[in-house]
C-alpha cells in the first residue's frame, strides 16, 4: 500500500491521529483505500478461478453459466480497479487538505484564491461514458410494464440527457468527498434522478428497452408580444 506510506511529516502527529476534522477525513481515506485494494484483492482472486472454470472442459448449461460467471468476474475486477483509482484521487486530496491546515494556510492565503487551485481532473469524459462504465454496472431493476420504463435510446430523450448530465458531473464532485460523497450523490442525485427517468410516467413511457418511441411534446401556445418583461426591462430593486 504505498499510498499509506506517502504522509510521513512529522507536524502532521495531531491530523493524522483523527482529532480534527481534517486528520478524521484523512484516516477515512486511507481506510477507504486500503478495503479498495482488498476488496480488487478478492475480485482477481474471484476472477482467477472463474477463468480457470471457463476453460475447463464443460457442455450445455454448464459452459453457459462458467462463460457469465466469467464475465460478471471481469465486470466486479474492473469496478474494483476503478474503486482504488477513485479512493487514491480521493486520498490525495485529504493529504493536501491535511497538509495545509497543519501549515497554517487554511487562512488568508487560501481563503483569497481558492479558483487559484487546479480542478481536479474528471474520472470520465462524458456522461455516456459515466453511464456505461460506473452507473448501468451497479444500478439494475425490474423493466417491465408494470415497473421500469427505460429506452435503449435514452440519448434521443432531451430530459434524460441533461439528467444524466446533472448525474455525472455530481459523481466527478462528490466522489473527491472521502466520508459522506457518495452516499449524498446516491440519497440527494442517483435515487432521486433515476426514479424520474424509470418511472412508467417518465421520460420513456412510451418507449421499451428495445425500441424508442419519440414522446409527443405538450401543446403549447405563444404568448402574445409583450405579454412578458424582458430581463433588460426588469428595473433594479
Known sequence: MDELNMFSDE????????????GAALSNAEARVEDAHAALAQAEGALAAAREKS????????????????????????????????????LAIAREQAAGK???????????????EDEPEAFY???EEFLHEQLLPLYNRILDAKNGKWCR??????EAVSRMDALWRAWEH?????????SV????????????LLSQKGPFHACSPTRHNAPEPFPCDIAPEGWF??????PDP
Do not use: C, I, Y
Request: charge should be negative; hydrophobic fraction near 40%.
Open 11 to 22: 507536524n502532521t502527529a495531531d491530523v493524522k491521529d483523527g482529532t480534527t476534522p481534517a
Open 55 to 90: 476453460e475447463q472442459e464443460l457442455s450445455g448449461w454448464l459452459r453457459a453459466a462458467a462463460t457469465e460467471a466469467l464475465t460478471q468476474s471481469e465486470r466486479a475486477r474492473d469496478r474494483a480497479v476503478q474503486e482504488v483509482e477513485s479512493a487514491s484521487d480521493a
Open 102 to 116: 497543519t501549515a497554517g494556510e487554511g487562512s488568508s492565503s487560501r481563503a483569497a484564491g481558492p479558483a487559484a
Open 125 to 127: 469524459d462524458t456522461a
Open 153 to 158: 435510446q435514452w440519448f434521443l430523450h432531451p
Open 174 to 182: 462528490l466522489r473527491l468527498d472521502p466520508t459522506t460523497g457518495m
Open 185 to 196: 450523490w446516491w440519497k440527494d442525485h442517483a435515487d432521486v434522478h433515476m426514479a424520474v
Open 229 to 234: 418583461l424582458k430581463a433588460s426591462d426588469t
